[in-house]
């Protein structure tokens, strides 16, 4: 039986009152690390995708983001795509989808956003890490 995952990366666990989470970037501060995320007390942040590509049992890993409206096109494709391997029973497939969380980063909307191009991107570039499903 196949699964997919649909990982929603912003950085922070912001459900629980804005806890360091393993994505948080270096630097950026949480209740959990209020001097920022510091390597070498909390370790790095780490890369999901480029992770999993390394398994076997992965088949499809793609990260996308919602900052605009071409990307959140880009998400559905590989939504889809990673929905259309679960029923056809390829393997692990994972969308890792870079989003804002305003309240626990403190900013608006436009300022979150601004964020994820920034600051995220640069730590989780953009695309599809593994691509072995059927088409």
């Not at 360091?20 to 630097?27: E, N, S, Y």
């Not at 790095?44 to 605009?68: F, H």
């Not at 305003?102 to 953009?126: C, G, I, S």
């Amino acid at each position: 039986m196949a699964i997919y995952v649909i990982f929603i990366n912003n950085a922070i666990y912001g459900m629980t009152g804005g806890q360091m989470a393993p994505t948080t970037l270096v630097g950026q501060v949480a209740t959990t690390a209020p001097k920022g995320r510091d390597p070498k007390l909390q370790g790095w942040p780490i890369n999901m995708c480029e992770m999993l590509a390394q398994i076997t049992g992965s088949k499809y890993l793609a990260r996308v983001a919602l900052d605009t409206p071409q990307n959140v096109l880009k998400a559905k494709q590989c939504i889809k795509k990673a929905f259309e391997n679960q029923v056809n029973n390829v393997g692990f497939s994972m969308v890792e989808v870079l989003s804002q969380c305003p309240t626990n980063w403190h900013a608006n909307v436009e300022q979150a956003l601004e964020f994820v191009r920034t600051k995220m991107m640069p730590q989780y570039p953009l695309g599809v890490f593994k691509d072995e499903g059927a088409n």
